[in-house]
């Protein structure tokens, strides 16, 4: 028994010298001021080394780190970091100026350049904030715009860079737009944010008036060519629209013969009805009818469109499945060889959408939004109003304007009174046919070099003709796909500069029309790893699925706090967020913390516990919904290979990725 005794004090001591041995002991970062549970964090810049010490003639430990990874803070020496990627130790030291202060995750991201103003950066928070205050503020803009395309900037003058002007930042350059700082001073009208502008391309750290981007282009371009999809439901009742569909596109096939770029625009055709497993007799749910064919292969797609049928039975519901039409063609077409990406939605049924055990997608029409966005497609919805569906006008004509939302504020959905069915299918064709003639016009004008007109944003109080509404959206569109098309083409670049003061919203356009909802230049966005993707989407899944399971009883009074909880790490710091994937902060205390500060807060973390349980099942049944789209997002966003950023590494899961804050739960 003594011997007994004596080993398991010798084990307990063991156990001890392990848990309080000096190496961890100060294994702790440094927090935040003034906070109990945040601490402090840095990312790291193009062309950071991590040294063993403070020392000036410290061994280098790494002198290859990679760009844009995210450290705690251990210390600060002689000019230099203590960092480590865990919170439980550090790895090194890095030079302070090869660093920002980054408290939260929050990066912003160019929002698309549909007629709005390119972003200036000033020098300091006086200057964009008197600036603000001017009474002559659209003139002050213009004169300072001019004063940065000139490249002759005075001393005293405060802005230090600019967006590119007359191209967008190509797609093809990954940059970073740390938040350091945020005045709400103005309220809803626009966010003053200190941000830092990190390329890992160019020389962070060095901006100057002359860091306004690219030039116009100067030369034709014959590379430039549009892919233009008719998504076509053809369920019963339809079937006028299907007819209009092939005399239209042979009218513009017979105009692109006679125009020297008429080979630069190509047609294809996507056909869809509904659940075929509860209505079998429908044949499909989405059926290709054709790939993407110029006029010189016109007659393979007027063939097959010839062949297209309405259906003989009606579906389980009037709402179809438009947005598995809309995916199919997303994903299934041969858009690898079109820069400029146009769908024209035409249905007289709106959608099934998440929540909808029939629907193929699950998507919410905002994050099937955000789906076509990051796939570079612009969507027109041609909501087809006839009298037998007008109980279903008002949800459908919602969710098609939120799915065609703008980034100008506009939207790209026009209804068509169809109290004929011959009127419906005339209006159809001037829609079709002056979109085309908009595309055709942005293609003529790539391939000659010349730059489109920024658009006239028309008044949302204004009533257009479907026609008229067809060519604004084409002008809109247009102008924004020609602008990257050139940035991609020339490289265009994000400014580099240290720090910075922004806007979030186009003043000019503010100042103009001040009671108009600010035209958002920048939005905000959560950088995440593969792995933090992963762990939200699996820990967000299994909060959802017991949900469900206890919903029609009581939901879990657990709900929303865990989904909160989630939210609000992801948002400040998602490293946490992975190395504590069950962690409950309000079980904690913590919550608060996460919370205070954030200049920009996802659906769920505008929402307080107590609005939560005052909802009705019906409200929370959205939340609910809503839920299961995002997750339905991220394993899409999971399985693209596109728009994943990782610098060379071998390493999938240390890849990152622009998370916009609004596809957080």
């Not at 490249?151 to 003058?157: A, E, Q």
């Not at 919410?364 to 037998?388: C, F, G, R």
């Not at 004008?445 to 003709?465: H, N, R």
Request: aromatic share 10%; glycine share 6%; charged share 25%.
């Amino acid at each position: 028994m003594r011997r007994c005794f004596v080993t398991f004090l010798y084990g307990l001591y063991i156990l001890l010298c392990c848990a309080f041995r000096p190496s961890d002991a100060f294994a702790a970062p440094l927090l935040i001021e003034g906070k109990k549970t945040l601490y402090q964090r840095v990312v790291s810049h193009p062309g950071a080394t991590l040294f063993a010490s403070p020392d000036a003639q410290s061994a280098v430990v790494n002198n290859n780190v990679k760009t844009f990874t995210v450290f705690y803070v251990y210390g600060r020496q002689n000019n230099r970091v203590q960092v480590g990627v865990s919170d439980r130790q550090a790895d090194g030291w890095l030079d302070a100026d090869k660093t920002t202060v980054w408290n939260q995750s929050l990066t912003m991201l160019f929002t698309s350049r549909m007629g709005r103003s390119p972003v200036l950066f000033f020098k300091d928070h006086d200057s964009l904030e008197k600036l603000c205050l001017d009474n002559e503020l659209d003139k002050k803009i213009r004169h300072y715009e001019e004063i940065v395309r000139s490249g002759k900037t005075p001393p005293d003058f405060p802005v230090i860079a600019q967006e590119p002007p007359e191209t967008a930042v190509s797609e093809k350059n990954f940059y970073l737009l740390p938040v350091l700082n945020v005045d709400n001073a103005f309220g809803e009208s626009a966010k003053l944010l200190e941000v830092a502008s990190i390329d890992p391309g160019g020389d962070a750290g060095t901006g100057s008036g002359n860091s306004s981007g690219a030039s116009s282009p100067d030369v034709p371009d014959s590379g430039f060519r549009t892919g233009f999809v008719f998504v076509i439901d053809t369920t019963i009742s339809m079937k006028p629209y299907i007819d209009q569909t092939l005399k239209l596109v042979r009218s513009i096939y017979d105009e692109l013969e006679k125009n020297p770029h008429g080979d630069k625009i190509a047609f294809a055709v996507m056909a869809f009805r509904s659940n075929t497993e509860l209505t079998p007799a429908l044949e499909y749910a989405t059926k290709l009818v054709s790939d993407f064919k110029t006029y010189k292969q016109r007659a393979e797609l007027e063939n097959a469109l010839a062949q297209v049928r309405e259906a003989s039975v009606s579906s389980h519901s009037f709402d179809e499945d438009s947005f598995a039409g809309i995916k199919d063609a997303a994903d299934n077409l041969s858009w690898q060889n079109y820069a400029s990406k146009i769908m024209l939605l035409i249905t007289d049924a709106g959608p099934l959408r998440e929540g909808d055990k029939a629907s193929r997608t699950g998507m919410s029409p905002a994050v099937m939004a955000e789906y076509l966005k990051k796939n570079n497609i612009y969507l027109t919805a041609v909501h087809v109003k006839s009298p037998k569906g007008k109980n279903d006008h008002a949800s459908a004509e919602s969710a098609y304007r939120e799915l065609a939302k703008q980034a100008d504020n506009q939207t790209s959905y026009i209804a068509i009174d169809a109290s004929s069915p011959q009127k419906g299918a005339a209006d159809f064709d001037a829609v079709g046919r002056r979109l085309a003639h908009g595309y055709s016009d942005l293609v003529t004008a790539t391939a000659e070099g010349k730059l489109l007109a920024a658009p006239i944003q028309t008044s949302p109080q204004k009533k257009l003709s479907p026609e008229e509404q067809a060519e604004r959206i084409a002008l809109s569109t247009g102008y924004a796909i020609q602008l990257q098309f050139f940035g991609d083409r020339k490289g265009s670049r994000a400014p580099s500069v240290v720090r910075a003061w922004v806007a979030d919203a186009d003043l000019g356009k503010l100042s103009r029309d001040p009671q108009a909802q600010p035209v958002i230049a920048i939005q905000p966005a959560v950088l995440v790893t593969k792995t933090q993707l992963s762990q939200l989407r699996a820990q967000l899944k299994a909060i959802f699925e017991s949900a469900q399971q206890s919903f029609l009883k009581d939901v879990s009074q657990n709900f929303f706090q865990n989904i909160l909880s989630a939210a609000a790490q992801m948002t400040r710091d998602p490293q946490a967020f992975t190395q504590n994937p069950g962690k409950n902060l309000a079980q904690s205390g913590v919550l608060g913390e996460f919370l205070d500060g954030l200049p920009y807060r996802s659906r769920i973390l505008n929402l307080k516990e107590d609005d939560w349980y005052q909802m009705s099942t019906g409200e929370q049944k959205s939340i609910l919904n809503h839920l299961e789209a995002r997750i339905r997002f991220y394993e899409e966003c999971d399985r693209d290979n596109t728009h994943w950023e990782g610098f060379g590494s071998p390493n999938r899961d240390e890849w990152v990725y622009r998370l916009p804050l609004s596809m957080l739960p």
